[in-house]
């Protein structure tokens, strides 16, 4: 693939159009903005909930449906209502932006929605290609595909119980819900029980929200998953990346904290998280004609990579590796999805994977409930904590706190040249908290990483 001749096709497209993009944080779509106006487009608007944490985009206009929820999946949900089922006032703002009705959408990546006011969503995904995202099917998918998982059982919510003894390991289970209420994820509508105590509270909490649940025993370990993406000639497999969940110290919770690529699994379980994606990957493309980004989360266990989820989407993970390597992933895979550009699987994974492999990037994305006054730091890291400095000076990290749909974010950005590549990130994340609780007078739970069982030093 001749990389500079793709982005030419790319930018030509684009360009004297007019974009109107949707991220339910403004401060999200600074890079695509940048992109965007890199390629000589004819204007950007940005439909948002919230302004979000970081630098703005430069747009030509801005509208903010200001929509919350008390969770993560609510202010999510909150914002796509808001744009599936625009106000007048949205409408009115999306006419003044393009008098001529001209404009393409770029749509949310949870969007399943096909127009914004009488202009179409680029690229826009098959509903059932987002069907897919139900956790309760995804383990008949595993077997398909061939790949080695856990055990399992999808019960009505009033069995659980019981099944829940005989799978549970010496940690307990997990249980994850239905589809009934739509897509969920960053383990929002997971539960981990891990006694007899807990059982009750996660019945009752699963009787409200779902018909079904999946149960599965607790896999300790690094959290962490696969990313791929299918082109009509195969599918490109990229690096393993660790996911940032953290424990509650005191309660069976978890805290999803995004995504990092600083951390390395043995060569034997990386070769076989990948070699699981292209399975699936190739079972997507077969049975369901799927195009674009899908990732496989997971543990990395004593017993190596076990899958616990499918994403039939782009993701967090894709984004961190493909900016490593310059390529607009997302551009690529709707105008692919349009019918609009061509790319070969195994060029799209060789320009990655080299890129990523020396472009380690990522840190920590940390939802909060509450509203803070917006902050930044920058962090030393140590064994034994963290501790503030100038963000504009010497440090292993710079670590903001803004506004968000469901409340406040942290981000955390660590500094590749100050962070190992092989060992978990995840405790560093926990040094980051432990300072943010502290400095900002932030009502956090204190947390732990998981530990790590799947490398030979920690088996």
Known sequence: MDLDSLKSKIAAFHRGKKWIVLPDAAAGATSMVEQLRDWGVGGVMIVAAVEGVGELPIADRFFYTRTRGSTVMLGIRAYLASVEHPSDELLAAVDEFDPSGDAKVLGSGFSR??????????????????????????????????????????????????????????????????????????GEYARWVRSESDVGPAAAWMAQHADTVRIMPFLDGIP?????????????????????????????????????????????????????????????????????GFGIDGVCTADGFLPTELNPRLSVGHGLQSRAADVPLGSIERMMIAGDVAIASADLEAIIVDAAESGRRGGMLLPLTASYEAAKTGIVLGENGAVAVDPEGQNDAVMEIGPAAMGSVIVLRLDPEHTPIGPSTAPRAVHAIDLARDLWDLEIPRVVAAPDVCSPAGR
């Open 113 to 186: 929605m096909g127009m914004l006011a009488g202009r179409p969503v680029y690229g826009a995904r098959p509903p059932e290609w987002g069907a897919l995202e139900d956790k309760t099917l995804v383990d008949q998918l595993w077997d398909d595909a061939g790949v080695r998982r856990a055990p399992s059982a999808v019960v009505p919510v009033g069995e659980a119980a019981a099944v829940a003894a005989d799978l549970a390991s010496e940690l307990g289970t997990v249980w994850v819900a239905d589809n009934r209420e739509g897509w969920h994820g960053g």
């Open 224 to 292: 962490s998953s696969i990313h791929g993406f299918v082109t009509p000639d195969g599918v490109a497999v990229f690096l393993p990346m660790e996911m940032i969940i953290l424990r509650n110290a005191e309660r069976p919770e978890f805290l999803y904290a995004q995504a990092a690529n600083f951390w390395s699994p043995p060569a034997d379980v990386r070769d076989g998280m990948r070699e699981s994606a292209r399975r699936v990957g190739t079972l997507l493309a077969d049975r369901y004609g799927y195009l674009g």
